[in-house]
């Protein structure tokens, strides 16, 4: 444990070698005592300062019939006052493109704040004068870094041109991953075995932050049970081996392995990197599980596919409900950016357009349930559903078992 108030330091440089290639860090920690929900737990960054523009008021209209401007003198324009507040005396002739020149980057008074401004010229229409803008901006400075911040109720990983946050609990057994992966070149950051955020990363970010990595702070007390550093991405398989070990003891690591053993086992027929329905239902006893036969995957709100045959499966493997010659589309506009991973889905088990027949639902017998399917015995039936699911968020990544 490190106590608030102290901190210690691990001298690797997790940023030596090009993170581009495949990086990733594991660490397993508790914040406790915490007086500051930004309390620092661990870092491995740069910290820099970026400058930015407030571009709320970009442009004060200046002229109406005014070709020189004279130094000190306030203009007023639009309920706004401009002062030229350079050191120079005399006048600016607007009509003159070097004497417009000699104004570039110099500083006004806005509204009795001191901004950088520079004089635009917009041609007139044939046979008339430009019109002159004065065309100011304020800069702000911020802090920020490259690098990763963990602490201790989130953490953030950034680049040069990305940046990444995920939110977790104080006072909680965390464990956080830090991924890039080369191909597809991925940021990812995971949490308890589940990707919790990510986002692409172009060919020529910039990955870096300090020669070392610093654990602790002054507001909280921080418990690192594990540090793993790994200078490769590492693959499906390598994620899951590490999930298992990692548990907090014995008991879980068995149940851990237990609720993920989901594959199809060994057939000629089958990949066995998909998950067996079946398997997963009974691996898994409180999760509902939906399987759909489908001819293709529903594009959009108004593609509505059929016939599609569906189960729902729960504990023992076996069907619980059944229905053939169902209609399935996506939910909404939104569930139509992540499609491919698992869009909400509109299910019609009534559907009869363009001459489809549906069975309507059968119970496990395959027994007909006339009135639709209720969810508890006690529940109106019903012969229409939406399924959302999970990974129906803005990331798009979160639809891992844990």
């Not at 997790?14 to 495949?22: E, F, K, V």
């Not at 991925?186 to 870096?208: Q, R």
Request: aromatic fraction near 10%; charge should be negative; glycine fraction near 4%.
């Amino acid at each position: 444990m490190v106590k608030a108030g102290s901190s210690m330091t691990i001298p690797y440089n997790i940023w030596a070698r090009n993170a581009a290639t495949g990086k990733h860090l594991k660490v397993i920690f508790k914040a406790t005592n915490c007086r500051d929900y930004d309390a620092q737990v661990l870092s491995c960054k740069t910290d820099k300062q970026i400058v930015s523009v407030d571009k709320a008021v970009e442009y004060l209209f200046l002229t109406e019939n005014v070709t020189t401007l004279t130094y000190s003198d306030s203009y007023q324009r639009n309920g706004y006052s401009l002062t030229l507040a350079n050191p120079q005396t005399g006048s600016l002739d607007l009509t003159n493109a070097e004497s417009r020149k000699l104004f570039q980057d110099k500083y006004v008074i806005f509204d009795n704040e001191m901004y950088q401004c520079n004089l635009v010229a917009i041609p007139g229409e044939e046979g008339e004068e430009p019109t002159y803008y004065a065309a100011w901006h304020k800069t702000f400075v911020e802090d920020s870094f490259n690098g990763l911040l963990m602490r201790a109720q989130n953490a953030t990983f950034k680049t040069e041109g990305r940046t990444l946050d995920t939110q977790y609990y104080e006072d909680s057994y965390i464990e956080f991953e830090m991924e890039v992966t080369a191909n597809p070149r991925y940021m990812k950051l995971w949490i308890d075995g589940i990707p919790c955020a990510y986002t692409k990363y172009s060919n020529n970010e910039i990955f870096s932050g300090a020669n070392a990595i610093t654990i602790g702070s002054n507001e909280c007390d921080v418990c690192i049970y594990l540090i793993k550093i790994y200078e490769k991405e590492l693959s499906l398989d390598d994620h899951m081996s590490n999930f298992y070990i990692d548990a907090s003891n014995a008991s879980e690591m068995v149940s851990r392995f237990k609720r993920n053993d989901i594959l199809y086992l060994t057939n000629s027929n089958t990949n066995m990197n998909d998950i067996d329905p079946a398997r997963l239902a009974k691996a898994n006893p409180d999760c509902l599980v939906h399987v759909y036969e489908i001819p293709r995957m529903t594009k959009t709100k108004r593609d509505e596919v059929y016939p599609c045959q569906y189960q729902q499966l729960k504990g023992s493997g076996v069907a619980q409900y059944s229905a053939n010659n169902v209609m399935i589309k996506v939910q909404g506009t939104s569930s139509e950016k992540y499609v491919v991973s698992a869009a909400n889905i509109d299910t019609d088990f009534v559907y009869t357009k363009n001459n489809n027949v549906p069975s309507g639902w059968k119970d496990s017998e395959g027994n007909v349930l006339p009135n639709g399917w209720s969810m508890d015995g006690q529940a109106i039936p019903i012969n229409y559903a939406c399924t959302k699911v999970n990974v129906a968020s803005c990331e798009n990544a979160n639809n891992a078992l844990n």
